[in-house]
């Protein structure tokens, strides 16, 4: 499976939505060697997993595959027992399946899927945050000189495998309205946790990417979903340091559409 290019259109900007200035991160981390993959689905394809509201443009909603590592993760307010209690999560690698909502703070994301290789991390996620976990072997290799990346992920009933390719120069800020700051500039993720839905908002600068070709092989529960998705493009950035994670919140499922009828 290749993925394609994304058209973009209209002025460029930087700014995130409107945060409560009541919030405010409670924690940080560094994630690095960043590579997304987007898909285009029918709604009718993922709706069933998702209990709220799917995020669409012209009839499609849409999934990306997140790799990266994810590097020093520590609490916004740093002490000797903030430090002790972050160590054993601080450094692990993640693959994100992810789709894109509408929940009672707005535009989100939903992890349809995590895959992590970090026991403890692992518990702590779901516990927290209602995060759908999996524990996974993962390997990614990446090779500045060539602008290579690799990602091999094994879980207990998936397999995945991405190859890809980047280019040299990063791109500008997506643009307003295009289907780049659709899919790339959002902040605020929806989990779910019994009857009640959780988010917690991400503060950080817009991403920079490298536009990349990817191959993907997958097989899976997790990745079943593809058999009948259109693949869209794919993005390579080095990192970006400092992002911050506020605190879990728990609050009522968006009633979905169909529900109302």
């Known amino acids: ?48 997993r998702v209990p709220q509201p799917l995020d669409t443009r012209d009839g499609e909603a849409f999934v990306t595959l997140v790799a990266f590592r994810q590097r020093q993760l520590r609490f916004d307010r740093p002490g000797r027992w903030a430090r002790a209690l972050a160590r054993p999560v601080d450094e692990h690698a993640f693959l994100n399946v992810r789709t894109y909502v509408r929940g009672p703070q707005g535009p989100g994301i939903w992890f349809m899927r995590e895959f992590i290789n970090n026991p403890l991390a692992r518990l702590a996620g779901p516990l927290l945050y209602g995060l759908p976990y999996r ?27 991405i190859e890809a390719d980047y280019a040299l120069a990063p791109l500008p800020a997506a643009d307003v309205g295009s289907l780049e700051q659709f899919l790339h500039e959002r902040y605020v993720a929806y989990t779910g946790r019994g009857r009640r839905s959780r988010r917690f908002r991400v503060w950080h600068e817009p991403w ?46 968006v009633e979905r559409q169909k529900d109302r009828t």
């Open 208 to 253: 920079r990417m490298h536009r990349a070709r990817a191959r993907i092989e997958a097989n899976g529960p997790a990745f079943d979903w593809m058999g009948d998705a259109r693949p869209l493009a794919a993005f390579f950035t080095p990192g970006m340091k400092n992002l911050g994670l506020g605190g879990p919140v728990a609050e009522p499922y």
């Open 135 to 161: 524990l996974a072997a993962m390997r990614y290799r990446h090779r500045p000189p060539t602008r290579h990346y690799a990602a091999r992920v094994s879980g207990l009933k998936e397999r995945l495998s």
């Open 1 to 48: 499976m290749h993925t394609r290019g994304i058209r973009k259109h209209r002025h460029s900007t930087g700014r995130q939505p409107a945060v409560d200035p009541r919030e405010r991160a409670l924690l940080r981390a560094d994630w690095d060697e960043l590579l997304m993959v987007h898909f285009a689905v029918t709604p009718e394809a993922i709706q069933a």
